[in-house]
């Protein structure tokens, strides 16, 4: 299965802040300090960011009942899946994470100083989330050459395809051992800034569709203006 590890990875002290469920506004306002750790944390993080994706692509047979039926015999089931990729003629499944390292050495700080500990979990989650919109974006100029569309990344924990019922389909499609990934029996990724995710491909993908909007925590999430 193909791995890409050549990502340069782009964050900024608001997304550090976002990262730990912070809003950024109020933080700049308010709280100079948690500003100056975000933007500290993004100095420590950048040699221990290890961004590692694994993905391949597999043409779909069937959709049917919910159930995306795949040519090497995977499957993929729930009714977001069944929604967002009945015009696909092809998946692209993706696990990608940047290690443990940061995961390690922010654990290590959060003993002596939470705040700065915090700020670097912080940076680990805009890290993880910035090479998941790297390899999307990739993704997307590699189809587009070829006339094709891609769906939006859905992800297991999103409304219509719980975690307990993604996370198996994914880690079955994919060898996540070639990237040192592993899921556990409740169904967490360790690395913890890990995240798996689908693509559908195809000439006629709907490209109006918001990640937001099937995110479980779209009734309280303060970032939707910044997501879309």
Not at 14 to 39: C, H, K, M, W, Y
Not at 66 to 93: C, F, N, S, T, Y
Not at 149 to 158: Q, R, Y
Request: proline fraction near 5%.
């Amino acid at each position: 299965m193909p791995v890409l590890t050549d990502w340069s990875l782009m964050i900024d002290a608001d997304a550090v802040l976002r990262g730990q469920g912070a809003n950024p506004d109020v933080i700049r306002t308010r709280s100079p300090r948690f500003l100056q750790s975000a933007e500290r944390a993004i100095s420590e993080a950048r040699s221990l960011l290890r961004p590692k994706v694994l993905y391949q692509r597999l043409p779909v047979v069937e959709v049917r009942h919910e159930q995306i039926r795949l040519k090497d015999g995977g499957r993929l089931q729930g009714p977001l899946l069944a929604e967002h990729l009945v015009g696909a003629h092809d998946v692209i499944a993706v696990i990608c994470t940047i290690g443990d390292a940061l995961e390690m050495y922010s654990s290590k700080v959060s003993r002596n100083d939470t705040v700065q500990g915090l700020a670097l979990d912080g940076a680990g989650s805009a890290a993880v989330e910035a090479l998941a919109n790297a390899f999307c974006a990739y993704s997307e100029s590699q189809t587009r050459q070829v006339g094709e569309h891609s769906s939006i990344p859905l992800s297991p924990g999103m409304i219509g395809w719980p975690v307990e019922q993604g996370q198996p389909q994914m880690f079955k499609i994919l060898d996540s051992s070639e990237i040192g990934v592993q899921l556990s029996s409740s169904m967490m990724m360790t690395p913890r800034k890990s995240l798996s995710f689908v693509i559908g491909l195809g000439e006629r993908m709907d490209t109006s569709a918001r990640t937001c909007d099937f995110c479980s925590l779209k009734e309280t999430c303060r970032y939707q203006d910044h997501y879309a």
